[in-house]
């Protein structure tokens, strides 16, 4: 079954830094636009970053505006979410998730959907 598979997670202090990697199993990302999704406990799942196929436009939750970046290699078929300055409300599990070429706020628009991975900011 095609998916994602994600790495980087873990636990960081608050301030940290954190790299997520998202590689697809069975198809590519190209001509998808990739987003990061979190999902606290108790907490609706809301999407942190999107980079859009193609012109590589890129849009940021307001909560992450200038810590978090989202980047894609097409030729290593990998997308990234580069997280700094990190504190406690980012602890979550992260998903990325594949829907065409542009990028949705709607969770329900996205095809391809990795397992998930731990993030945990904690002193």
């Known amino acids: 079954q095609s998916q994602f598979v994600e790495s980087g997670g873990g636990l960081v202090q608050p301030g940290g830094s954190l790299r997520l990697s998202c590689a697809p199993s069975?198809?590519?990302?190209?001509?998808?636009?990739i987003a990061w999704f979190r999902q606290a406990p108790g907490k609706e799942r809301e999407r942190v970053g999107c980079i859009n196929w193609g012109i590589p436009n890129t849009f940021y939750l307001d909560s992450v505006k200038g810590r978090f970046t989202v980047s894609r290699d097409n030729t290593a078929n990998t997308v990234y979410l580069q997280m700094n300055s990190l504190n406690p409300e980012d602890t979550a599990v992260y998903y990325c998730?594949?829907?065409?070429?542009?990028?949705?706020?709607?969770?329900?628009?996205?095809?391809?959907w990795g397992q998930g991975t731990q993030v945990i900011v904690s002193s």
């Open positions: 069975g198809f590519t990302v190209n001509y998808r636009a």
């Open positions: 998730a594949a829907r065409p070429i542009l990028c949705s706020r709607d969770v329900s628009g996205y095809d391809y």
